[in-house]
């Protein structure tokens, strides 16, 4: 299957790294189950449940989970541990390749940046296990801005450090909240299906 770009003269792109740039997302969810147990979480986060949060911020995952099922699980110590879990799992990713071209094919040539819902060790981790890092001198992660996806914050901020307004920035997701977030910043998106990988 081939990534459809829309035939627009966008001026720069922007995007997401796990399930999109990164095929990760299975390696991500061993790591949350992992975390989930170790913390005697006492319900099953389902991997339909895991997909749909794709791109939100780790800790608001967690604030989700708790408010779902009346639990009060530690945000950060179970972020922080699936952060490690997942650490392990790094050198197995893999590039979402018909993505990882496309990106090559933009190196140079216009500003290119990633926008992602993972601490940014997690992001710089997969990029550099799968020989990305050097394409993308703009990294936003959610530490840089107020809100996470499915705000806009990050996409507006990527597109301000590369000196292009949201309106020309093109976006590739994988997931519902970043798509939001696409829309919310006034950017056009392309969704990245999970078939492509």
Same mark, same amino acid.
């Given at each position: 299957?081939?990534?459809?770009?829309?035939?627009?003269?966008?001026?720069?792109?922007?995007?997401?790294?796990? *399930?999109?740039?990164?095929?990760?997302?299975?390696?991500?969810?061993?790591? @949350?189950?992992?975390?989930?147990?170790?913390?005697?979480?006492?319900?099953?986060?389902?991997?339909?449940?895991?997909?749909?949060?794709?791109?939100?911020?780790?800790?608001?995952?967690?604030?989700?989970?708790?408010?779902?099922?009346?639990?009060?699980?530690?945000?950060?110590?179970?972020?922080?541990?699936?952060?490690?879990?997942?650490?392990?799992?790094?050198?197995?990713?893999?590039?979402?390749?018909?993505?990882?071209?496309?990106?090559?094919s933009?190196?140079?040539?216009?500003?290119?940046?990633?926008?992602?819902?993972?601490?940014?060790?997690?992001?710089?981790?997969?990029?550099?296990?799968?020989?990305?890092?050097?394409?993308?001198?703009?990294?936003?992660?959610?530490?840089k801005?107020?809100?996470?996806?499915?705000?806009?914050?990050?996409?507006?901020?990527?597109?301000?450090?590369?000196?292009?307004?949201?309106?020309?920035?093109?976006?590739?997701?994988?997931?519902?909240? *970043?798509?939001?977030?696409a829309?919310?910043? *006034?950017?056009? @998106?392309?969704?990245?299906?999970?078939?492509?990988?």
């Open positions: 299957m081939s990534l459809q770009i829309p035939d627009y003269p966008f001026q720069a792109y922007i995007f997401d790294c796990d *399930g999109t740039l990164v095929d990760s997302m299975p390696l991500h969810y061993v790591a @949350w189950t992992e975390s989930l147990n170790q913390h005697a979480a006492p319900f099953v986060f389902t991997e339909a449940e895991f997909y749909a949060s794709a791109g939100m911020k780790e800790q608001d995952v967690v604030k989700k989970l708790n408010a779902q099922h009346g639990t009060n699980l530690d945000p950060v110590s179970v972020d922080e541990l699936k952060m490690e879990l997942f650490a392990k799992h790094i050198p197995q990713v893999q590039p979402v390749r018909p993505v990882a071209e496309f990106a090559r933009l190196f140079g040539k216009f500003p290119i940046a990633v926008a992602s819902g993972s601490e940014e060790s997690t992001v710089r981790g997969c990029l550099t296990a799968t020989g990305l890092i050097d394409l993308f001198p703009v990294i936003i992660t959610p530490k801005v107020k809100h996470g996806k499915p705000a806009p914050d990050m996409f507006l901020l990527a597109a301000e450090q590369m000196g292009v307004a949201p309106s020309e920035c093109l976006v590739l997701e994988d997931g519902q909240s *970043g798509i939001e977030a829309k919310a910043a *006034g950017m056009q @998106w392309v969704f990245v299906p999970p078939n492509l990988r």
